[in-house]
C-alpha cells in the first residue's frame, strides 16, 4: 500500500518570503499522480498544484510550485512571496493511476505567516 | 458555477444512534468520494461511488455505508455512532472518467459529534 509522509507538523514563515514543504511517498508505482492541497479554517479542501509522474518537469502554479524528485520519491512544496492567506493546513495527496480512485494523503503541515 | 454542497455543517449524535450525511457535488461531476478526518488518524479514504455504483471502499467497518443517487448527489450513513466516529466528513467529486486525475473538488464537510 501507498504511504505519504509529511515531516513538518508545522512551519513558519515572514510575509513576502519562500517557504519550502515537504513531502515523501512509498510506492512500487511507476505512474500515478501527486497533488498539493490546502485547508483553511473554512475546512475545505483546495486543489493548490498537481504534479503527474510521468512528467519530469516540474508543475508551477503562480507563485507556487513544486520539486518533484521521482527517483527520491520526493514532492515538496515551493510557496514565494508567501501571503497571509496562504495560512492554512498542507496536504500532499497520492492517487494512483490503477483506477482506485481514493487520495492517500499526508498527516498535514500547518503553515503560518508572520506579518 | 456551484462547488460541492455538504449538508449539514455541524450535527450532534448521540452514541448508538445513526446518522445519514448529504453531498451535493458540482454539476456534471459522476464521480463522488467521502473522507473521514481526524486528529489522530489524518484523512481516510471511505469509498467512492460512479453512476450509482461504489467502485472502492476504504477499511472501514460495515456500519458505514453510502449510496448514490441517479443526479449524482450522495449519502453516507453510519450506524450504531460510536465515540470514535466523531470527525470531519469530506465529500469530493470529479467529473468521473479519469477525471480525478486532474484532482477531486471538496466540499466543506460537515462536522460530527458524538457523546
Known amino acids: 500500500a501507498q504511504t505519504v509522509t509529511q515531516s513538518q507538523p508545522e512551519m513558519s514563515v515572514q510575509e513576502a518570503e519562500t517557504v519550502t514543504l515537504s513531502c515523501t511517498y512509498d510506492?512500487?508505482?511507476?505512474?500515478?499522480?501527486l497533488f498539493w492541497y490546502k485547508q483553511p479554517p473554512s475546512r475545505q479542501m483546495i486543489l493548490v498544484i498537481r504534479?503527474?509522474?510521468?512528467?519530469?518537469q516540474n508543475a508551477t502554479e503562480n507563485r507556487f510550485s513544486v520539486n518533484f524528485q521521482k527517483a527520491a520519491k520526493s514532492f515538496s512544496l515551493k510557496i514565494s512571496d508567501s501571503q497571509l492567506g496562504d495560512a492554512a493546513m498542507y496536504f500532499c495527496?497520492?492517487?494512483?493511476?490503477?483506477?482506485?480512485?481514493?487520495?492517500?494523503f499526508g498527516q498535514g503541515t500547518r503553515l503560518t505567516i508572520n506579518p | 458555477k456551484a462547488g460541492v454542497t455538504q449538508t449539514p455543517r455541524y450535527l450532534i449524535k448521540t452514541r448508538g444512534q445513526q446518522v445519514t450525511l448529504s453531498c451535493s457535488p458540482i454539476?456534471?461531476?459522476?464521480?463522488v468520494s467521502w473522507y473521514q478526518q481526524t486528529p489522530g488518524q489524518g484523512l481516510q479514504f471511505l469509498f467512492e461511488?460512479?453512476?450509482?455504483?461504489?467502485?472502492n471502499k476504504g477499511n472501514f467497518p460495515g456500519r458505514f455505508s453510502g449510496r448514490q443517487f441517479s443526479n449524482s448527489r450522495s449519502e453516507m450513513n453510519v450506524s450504531t455512532l460510536e465515540l470514535g466516529d466523531s470527525a470531519l466528513y469530506l465529500c469530493?467529486?470529479?467529473?468521473?472518467?479519469?477525471?480525478?486525475?486532474?484532482?477531486?473538488?471538496f466540499g466543506s464537510g460537515t462536522r460530527l459529534t458524538v457523546v
Open positions: 454539476s456534471g461531476h459522476r464521480s
Open positions: 495527496a497520492y492517487r494512483s493511476s490503477d483506477g482506485a480512485q481514493k487520495l492517500v
Open positions: 510506492t512500487s508505482e511507476s505512474d500515478y499522480y
Open positions: 504534479q503527474e509522474a510521468y512528467k519530469q
Open positions: 469530493a467529486s470529479n467529473r468521473g472518467l479519469g477525471g480525478a486525475n486532474y484532482g477531486y473538488t
Open positions: 461511488y460512479f453512476s450509482e455504483t461504489q467502485r
